[in-house]
């Protein structure tokens, strides 16, 4: 029985571990797009910075919530004194949004024997119905400390939102560059491999023929010098694809967000040409990233909270001058004077003999503005500078493209030269060594050209603050 079930779980296991195995082997090459596809939605750096967002949510949720209405109430007893007086109240009381005011409304009831200076709390007995508005004339009416405090959780939404998107692009950044060491490391490999194999069949060639005698021992022993230089070569090579396979499954990841291991996975044969710049110009690119930048809309949300706090405590060095308007009905039998409706307004009046504590916020919110507006400054000057470096980079990078690829051309064409000239006897194998590595060497460092050119346009498309919204994997333009 006990077989019969281990036979059944392997049996059901299998496919499930050919399914993962196929995952893990893909059979076509790993492409960028799908590399930054997992970093943008698994990676748990930007899961933690999306965090920010649910907090400035959570922040405007609480701001709103100094708008929420209240019920209070209140009950009085007269224990000793000669007096008999027993009170209560309840009422609900709701601010608005509109200038500051809030809507009072409710009911009390007293009874019983009061004094005189407190006849305030007599009703009829059915009690009294009563509701009132309260509104602010300056200090607190067009701006107060709830609805600032709003304004800045809403700006607070943008900043998180700001800060999001430029960790999106620091880590789109950073696995296309990762990306493109990886597929550069695994294409050198290739190089540094064939031309081993190259040294090892001319080996055993070399071999029969100093055997047979036509070759003097003294080339075997060259070649094989080469040979081992060769397989140095290939194992540094390997030590750089190990290196940047664990690099870049920092951010290839699956659903769960673990780092998913490359080493199984497939690389571009050749790395291609990375779609040329959009923008015709370095200041069309300034203007878009201006516009793009997530740095600028983190300085607009930051002006936002700070005039908010200046125009607040602009407002607060104001004298409090509020409007009240109450109404209320008294209910049952007792005085005639309450039977009657009630109406009262009135104003109330508050005038402070200094206002240092205003002051001194008004001064300190003008000097965080020119800060801010410092700071926007170099930023727009920062950008250009980088964007036209970027641009010359990208301008090199593609120079250097063009005059490798002519090298590779030259450098086969010497090494089959070469070779064909030993084969007539007109060469030695030293120079037909030569001619091999200083092939494989072009062809190293073409793999290296199209690298900084892909590299040279991640970051040129990052400076301008649009690499995570387009591909910069595709290749070709004309």
Request: hydrophobic share 35%; charged share 30%.
């Given at each position: 029985?006990?077989?019969?079930?281990?036979?059944?779980?392997?049996?059901?296991?299998?496919?499930?571990?050919v399914a993962?195995?196929d995952?893990?082997?893909?059979?076509k090459?790993?492409?960028?797009?799908?590399?930054?596809a997992?970093?943008?939605?698994h990676?748990?750096a930007?899961?933690?910075?999306?965090?920010?967002?649910?907090?400035?949510?959570?922040?405007?949720?609480?701001?709103?919530?100094?708008f929420?209405?209240?019920?209070?109430?209140?009950?009085?007893?007269?224990m000793?004194?000669?007096?008999?007086?027993?009170?209560?109240?309840?009422?609900?009381?709701?601010?608005?949004?509109?200038?500051?005011?809030?809507?009072?409304?409710?009911y009390?009831?007293?009874?019983?024997?009061?004094?005189?200076?407190?006849?305030y709390?007599?009703?009829n007995?059915?009690?009294?119905f009563?509701?009132?508005?309260?509104?602010?004339?300056?200090?607190?009416?067009?701006?107060?400390?709830r609805?600032?405090?709003i304004?800045k959780?809403?700006?607070?939404?943008d900043?998180?939102?700001?800060?999001?998107?430029?960790?999106?692009?620091?880590?789109?950044?950073?696995?296309?560059?990762?990306?493109?060491?990886?597929?550069?490391?695994?294409?050198?490999?290739?190089?540094?491999r064939?031309?081993?194999?190259?040294?090892?069949?001319?080996?055993?060639?070399?071999?029969?023929?100093?055997?047979?005698?036509?070759?003097?021992?003294?080339?075997?022993?060259?070649?094989?010098?080469?040979?081992?230089q060769?397989?140095s070569?290939?194992?540094?090579?390997?030590?750089?694809?190990?290196?940047?396979?664990?690099?870049?499954?920092?951010?290839?990841?699956?659903?769960?967000g673990?780092?998913?291991?490359?080493?199984?996975a497939?690389?571009?044969?050749?790395?291609?040409?990375?779609?040329?710049?959009?923008?015709?110009?370095?200041?069309?690119?300034?203007?878009?990233?201006l516009?793009?930048?997530?740095?600028?809309?983190?300085?607009q949300?930051?002006?936002?909270?700070?005039?908010?706090?200046?125009?607040?405590?602009?407002?607060?060095?104001?004298?409090?001058?509020?409007?009240?308007?109450?109404?209320?009905?008294?209910l049952?039998?007792?005085?005639?004077?309450?039977?009657?409706?009630?109406?009262?307004?009135g104003?109330r009046?508050?005038?402070?003999?200094?206002?240092?504590?205003?002051?001194?916020?008004?001064?300190?919110?003008?000097?965080?503005?020119?800060?801010?507006?410092?700071?926007?400054?170099?930023?727009?000057?920062?950008?250009?500078?980088?964007i036209?470096?970027?641009?010359?980079?990208?301008?090199?990078?593609?120079?250097?493209?063009?005059?490798?690829?002519?090298?590779?051309?030259?450098?086969?064409?010497?090494?089959?030269?070469?070779?064909?000239?030993?084969?007539?006897?007109?060469?030695?194998?030293?120079?037909v060594?030569?001619?091999?590595?200083?092939?494989a060497?072009?062809?190293?460092?073409?793999?290296?050209?199209?690298?900084?050119?892909q590299?040279?346009?991640?970051?040129?498309?990052?400076t301008?603050?649009r690499i995570?919204?387009?591909?910069?994997?595709?290749?070709t333009?004309?």
């Amino acid at each position: 029985m006990k077989r019969l079930l281990v036979v059944l779980l392997v049996w059901w296991s299998f496919p499930v571990a050919v399914a993962r195995s196929d995952k893990l082997n893909p059979q076509k090459p790993l492409r960028l797009e799908d590399v930054l596809a997992t970093t943008l939605e698994h990676h748990p750096a930007l899961k933690g910075e999306r965090q920010e967002r649910s907090a400035a949510d959570a922040d405007l949720l609480s701001a709103q919530g100094a708008f929420d209405p209240s019920i209070k109430g209140e009950v009085l007893s007269y224990m000793t004194g000669g007096y008999t007086g027993n009170y209560g109240s309840t009422y609900v009381e709701q601010p608005l949004e509109f200038y500051g005011s809030k809507v009072v409304a409710g009911y009390r009831l007293g009874g019983g024997m009061f004094p005189t200076y407190d006849n305030y709390y007599a009703t009829n007995s059915g009690g009294e119905f009563g509701a009132g508005v309260e509104v602010p004339l300056l200090r607190d009416g067009p701006i107060d400390r709830r609805r600032a405090n709003i304004g800045k959780s809403v700006a607070g939404q943008d900043l998180a939102d700001s800060l999001v998107e430029q960790r999106q692009i620091e880590l789109t950044r950073a696995a296309a560059l990762t990306y493109w060491d990886w597929t550069a490391s695994k294409n050198k490999v290739s190089v540094y491999r064939k031309l081993l194999e190259v040294a090892e069949e001319r080996d055993r060639q070399i071999a029969e023929r100093v055997k047979r005698g036509d070759l003097p021992d003294f080339d075997r022993v060259d070649n094989q010098r080469a040979l081992l230089q060769r397989r140095s070569q290939l194992l540094a090579a390997e030590r750089a694809v190990k290196n940047a396979e664990f690099n870049l499954s920092l951010f290839y990841r699956d659903s769960k967000g673990q780092p998913q291991s490359v080493e199984r996975a497939l690389e571009p044969r050749k790395i291609p040409l990375p779609l040329y710049a959009q923008d015709s110009t370095s200041e069309g690119a300034v203007v878009q990233a201006l516009k793009a930048r997530p740095e600028f809309k983190n300085l607009q949300a930051q002006t936002k909270q700070n005039e908010l706090e200046l125009r607040l405590a602009k407002n607060q060095i104001l004298p409090r001058l509020d409007a009240r308007v109450f109404s209320a009905n008294d209910l049952g039998t007792g005085d005639a004077r309450r039977e009657e409706p009630e109406v009262k307004g009135g104003l109330r009046i508050e005038i402070p003999l200094a206002t240092r504590t205003q002051r001194g916020r008004i001064d300190f919110y003008e000097a965080k503005q020119k800060k801010i507006e410092f700071s926007e400054q170099f930023l727009s000057e920062r950008i250009r500078t980088d964007i036209q470096d970027a641009r010359n980079a990208l301008d090199i990078a593609r120079g250097r493209v063009e005059v490798t690829t002519k090298e590779v051309v030259a450098a086969r064409e010497l090494a089959r030269g070469e070779l064909k000239r030993f084969e007539l006897g007109d060469s030695n194998l030293i120079f037909v060594n030569l001619r091999e590595q200083s092939a494989a060497d072009a062809e190293v460092r073409e793999i290296e050209a199209l690298q900084d050119y892909q590299k040279a346009h991640v970051m040129y498309e990052a400076t301008v603050g649009r690499i995570h919204k387009t591909s910069v994997s595709t290749t070709t333009a004309p």
